[in-house]
């Protein structure tokens, strides 16, 4: 499957404006996109997954929004994701 960015990100902002919790949620994320991207329910899986954008790509799409300032996630998932780099960034010996 070729990657439309573009259309990618408007369905991630879709999916925002009609529930924020994808912001914080990635697989919530991912089943809304697949949803907008026509999953079909009366395919195998694997058809469906060779024709959906893949989670790699979607959960990219969504860290650029978010660096971007177009889509917000909460405080306190925010929080997590930091103090979870500062841990990882710790075990790595590099000191904060």
């Known amino acids: ?3 439309n960015s573009g259309d990618i990100r408007s369905k991630i ?3 925002y404006y009609e529930d924020v919790k ?4 990635d697989m ?5 996109v697949w949803k ?3 999953w079909d329910r009366d395919k195998s899986l694997l058809e469906n997954l060779r024709a959906m954008p893949s989670p790699e790509t ?4 969504r860290q650029k929004l978010v660096a971007e300032g177009a889509i917000q996630p909460s405080v ?3 929080e997590r994701r930091y103090k979870h780099f500062k841990r990882v960034r710790r075990e790595l010996g590099y000191e904060l």
Do not use: E, F, N, P
Request: aromatic share 0%; proline share 0%; net charge positive.
């Open 58 to 61: 979607i959960r990219r799409t």
């Open 13 to 15: 902002m879709s999916a």
């Open 36 to 38: 907008a991207s026509g």
């Open 22 to 25: 994808v912001a914080d949620d």
């Open 76 to 78: 306190s998932a925010t």
């Open 1 to 3: 499957m070729s990657i």
């Open 28 to 32: 919530l994320l991912l089943g809304k």
